[in-house]
């Protein structure tokens, strides 16, 4: 079965660069979220869409924006950043608009900032 | 808020032996729990979730969890534990946004 995807798996970037990083969702899912988990630590939520539109906001940054496009991938794109954002960052998907609650992760990008 | 803890950082048991995972929940109005594994460097797997219904749900890989509303529990358990299984365990709750909230993670070391 086709599973939720995420590109690139890697990524080093220098303090202040910017990263974009992309999310394709399990097919027919509606809705995308974004996760960031630092080293040891448990993910912590970022932002999610719905049907394209902005669903919920959790600890983002103002530095970091994201969209869900017309055919329901995602970017997550990082501005300024900073040592602090090297981090495993997974998307997730679901099928929210069926009722579908549980979430598919995909296997996350590393992003190690220098 | 809606919260779920997870008492133990790692829990270790011998091979062929029973594991439970213990996780505790705080949420108003009905649960929506679940039980994600995570593999060193990997994503999280989605492993069996609670929604209505019987208390024991079943899940991937034989793991099974017990909801039990009067001790606000829902602790994941095998019968027969194999080094494969060791792993990070995240128990969490859907809160009403439909964000999932994730304990701090149990990391289960089977012994062989």
């Known amino acids: 079965a086709a599973g939720v995807i995420q590109s690139p798996r890697h990524l080093i970037k220098e303090k202040r660069e910017t990263a974009t990083l992309k999310c394709y969702p399990i097919p027919r899912h509606d809705t995308v979220y974004w996760y960031q988990q630092g080293p040891g630590q448990d993910p912590q939520f970022l932002i999610s869409f719905y049907e394209k539109m902005q669903s919920d906001k959790g600890s983002i940054p103002d530095r970091f924006s994201a969209q869900q496009f017309s055919d329901y991938h995602s970017e997550l794109n990082m501005s300024s950043l900073e040592l602090g954002d090297s981090a495993l960052y997974f998307c997730?998907?679901?099928?929210?608009?069926?009722?579908?609650?549980?979430?598919?992760f995909g296997p996350g990008t590393r992003l190690t900032v220098t | 808020a809606q919260s779920v803890a997870q008492p133990e950082d790692q829990v270790n048991v011998a091979e062929g032996n029973p594991l439970t995972v213990k996780c505790t929940y705080s949420v108003s109005g009905n649960p929506y729990l679940f039980w994600y594994v995570q593999y060193p460097n990997r994503g999280l797997q989605f492993l069996l979730k609670?929604?209505?219904?019987?208390?024991l749900v079943k899940g991937s890989y034989g793991f099974e969890a017990e909801f039990n509303k009067s001790q606000t529990s829902f602790h994941l358990k095998k019968p027969s534990a194999l080094v494969s299984d060791s792993a990070l365990y995240f128990c969490?709750?859907?809160?009403?946004?439909?964000?999932?909230?994730f304990g701090k993670g149990t990391r289960l070391h089977i012994l062989p």
């Open positions: 969490a709750v859907l809160n009403r946004d439909d964000k999932i909230i």
């Open positions: 997730a998907s679901s099928g929210k608009g069926q009722g579908s609650y549980e979430q598919y």
């Open positions: 609670y929604i209505t219904g019987d208390n």
